[in-house]
């Protein structure tokens, strides 16, 4: 039974650039969440997403940041016009469920903006 | 607001006990959680506690939660040099489903 899976593990954009981060959740998990991780602090929530449903996106930067979780397919975070400041790791969980116990994160991706 | 506190550092020699510290702000929190994360890598979930509870054992892991003081403890016996990380505690509260984190305590076991 595989993890929740990300990729690319790493990812170095220019200024400017688009990122697009994917996500598939673990087997079984219908919810799927969106954290970042910026360098010596913790994770910041950012989405939280079931099937074609944004749930809660209230920790999500108001411009230029967009996730979606499609019917079929994996979760996918997108940057627009990558900043310097948008450089971190993004890491995605899943549960199998609201509220949960079992919520388990991705390896996550590091973003490098240069 | 979303306030989960832990101290930085820890330095333990191998064998002994680790004991790290968390406290949390929100009585509605439903589960607590400690996860592992080492250089460079994503978070590895070590074990949660539902509020209920007032401790959970896994093999060479304790939690300790004091709901009244707010704090949760993870207790690591006989700590390997494998035990060398960051650990966060984070907690989930009623009707919510994001994590709120800690900024981590990082662990140094020393040979």
């Known amino acids: 039974n595989a993890g929740v899976m990300q990729n690319p593990r790493h990812l170095v954009r220019r200024r400017g650039q688009e990122a697009r981060l994917r996500c598939s959740p673990m087997k079984g998990h219908s919810h799927v969440y969106w954290y970042r991780q910026l360098p010596e602090e913790g994770l910041k929530f950012m989405v939280y997403?079931?099937?074609?449903?944004?749930?809660?996106e209230s920790g999500m930067p108001k411009e230029r940041f967009s996730a979606e979780f499609p019917k079929e397919g994996p979760s996918i975070l997108r940057i627009q016009q990558v900043v310097r400041g948008d450089s971190a790791a993004y890491f995605c969980a899943s549960s199998p469920g609201q509220g949960m116990g079992d919520y388990t994160f991705g390896s996550g991706t590091r973003l490098t903006v240069v | 607001g979303e306030d989960v506190e832990q101290s930085l550092f820890l330095s333990v020699r191998e064998g002994d006990s680790s004991v790290i510290n968390c406290t949390y702000t929100d009585s509605s929190s439903t589960y607590l959680y400690w996860y592992k994360q080492e250089p460079g890598a994503g978070l590895q979930l070590l074990t949660y506690?539902?509020?209920?509870?007032d401790m959970k054992q896994d093999q060479r892991l304790t939690v300790l939660l004091n709901k009244k003081d707010k704090h949760l403890s993870l207790r690591i016996a006989d700590t390997q040099t494998g035990d060398s990380a960051i650990y966060f505690c984070?907690?989930?509260?009623?009707?919510?489903?994001?994590?709120?984190f800690g900024k981590g305590n990082q662990v140094v076991v020393i040979p």
């Open positions: 984070a907690e989930i509260r009623y009707g919510n489903n994001r994590l709120a």
């Open positions: 997403l079931q099937k074609e449903n944004i749930i809660d």
């Open positions: 506690i539902f509020s209920n509870m």
